[in-house]
């Protein structure tokens, strides 16, 4: 099994057959996997509301689906690194 030790390295697939054959012979280095989960700094968290074009919640529910990540937990991935971003900006 050749490990994937960076998300640049899964191709996009035309089709599940072809993702099939892939991960017979990949899998992902557990290194990947622990830095892709967000830890929130608190247990408190408030419910919000957002509209999203389907097309573009589409492709967010794609993204997510290739890194084997919940797409609200990537989207609020994203959002944190961009605050952070933000911040040191200030």
Aim: neutral net charge; hydrophobic residues 35%.
């Amino acid at each position: 099994m050749k490990a994937i030790s960076n998300w640049s390295e899964i191709p996009e697939f035309i089709d599940e057959a072809s993702e099939a054959r892939f991960w017979q012979t990949h899998e992902l280095d557990g290194r990947l996997m622990a830095t892709s989960v967000h830890e929130s700094d608190s247990r408190d968290s408030t419910t919000i509301t957002l509209r999203f074009d389907p097309r573009m919640l589409s492709r967010i529910k794609r993204i997510a689906r290739s890194r084997f990540l919940n797409y609200q937990s990537m989207m609020k991935q994203w959002l944190s690194e961009r605050l952070e971003e933000e911040m040191r900006k200030q």
